[in-house]
């Protein structure tokens, strides 16, 4: 079976979100998934999520999410794009950064080794924090999902991302929310959650298990028709 880990991201939630995010946030959110791993880690024994295997996990992650996915895999900070974004460049809505966050950001702590796969979703890879190249240091395959009906720079990451085990799924007529609460009105939600659904769980049983079973290695190749909404391409430079 699996083990679903999601952390809250105290200060980004429904509930407490403030806009802009402070620097912090964007330092916090991949630590995020570590501590939560490092937690599961520290269960007692007598907890039955205590023999859950941390060695091997996929991260995935909604719109602003993506980020914290591509950090999590290993994709390397651009020191000229983090010195712009703290000078105010835009990519960090405030602007400010101390010394020791600016340090954090290149430092590789928000690379977790335990993340063997990533799956963005909604959200494309963030070039004024990874700069043109970091990319191509993830360590490991990346599916990334994405709805026509979205535009979040889909083509262009497709277009521009060489280098890495990198795979496409786009949805005709998914939304924004076709990859979180379903509420999208040109995608019927229960299709919309099959296809998300059926991919991401092959993509997660071939990279994290090596499960080389007909029907996994047939969602992934194309030769099994998920739904005829459904692209999904696949290059490995």
Same mark, same amino acid.
């Given at each position: 079976g699996w083990v679903v880990v999601a952390p809250d991201h105290l200060g980004n939630t429904l509930l407490d979100h403030v806009d802009p995010l402070p620097t912090a946030h964007y330092l916090h959110k991949p630590q995020d998934v570590s501590a939560a791993l490092d937690l599961l880690e520290a269960l007692p024994a007598s907890d039955p999520l205590s023999r859950a295997d941390t060695s091997r996990v996929l991260l995935s992650g909604h719109s602003f999410g993506s980020y914290a996915t591509w950090a999590g895999i290993g994709a390397t900070f651009d020191p000229d794009a983090i010195d712009a974004a703290c000078a105010g460049g835009g990519t960090l809505p405030t602007g400010v950064c101390t010394d020791a966050q600016a340090a954090a950001f290149v430092s590789g702590e928000l690379d977790d080794a335990r993340v063997v796969a990533a799956m963005p979703m909604a959200g494309s890879i963030r070039g004024g924090f990874f700069g043109p190249e970091g990319h191509r240091s993830a360590r490991g395959p990346v599916l990334f999902m994405s709805g026509t009906n979205d535009?979040?720079?889909?083509?262009?990451?497709?277009?521009?991302?060489? #280098?890495?085990?990198? *795979?496409?799924?786009? =949805?005709? /007529?998914?939304?924004?929310?076709?990859?979180?609460?379903?509420?999208?009105?040109?995608?019927?939600?229960?299709?919309?959650?099959?296809?998300?659904?059926?991919? #991401?769980?092959?993509? *997660?049983?071939?990279? =994290?298990? /090596?499960d080389d079973d007909a029907t996994v290695v047939g969602v992934l190749d194309g030769s099994v028709v998920v739904d005829a909404l459904a692209t999904y391409q696949h290059r490995t430079e």
């Open positions: 535009g979040v720079g889909q083509e262009a990451q497709w277009n521009e991302r060489f #280098g890495i085990d990198l *795979a496409w799924l786009s =949805v005709e /007529g998914g939304c924004h929310q076709t990859f979180a609460l379903g509420q999208c009105d040109t995608l019927d939600k229960e299709l919309g959650f099959h296809i998300v659904d059926t991919y #991401g769980l092959a993509f *997660a049983r071939a990279t =994290v298990l /090596g």
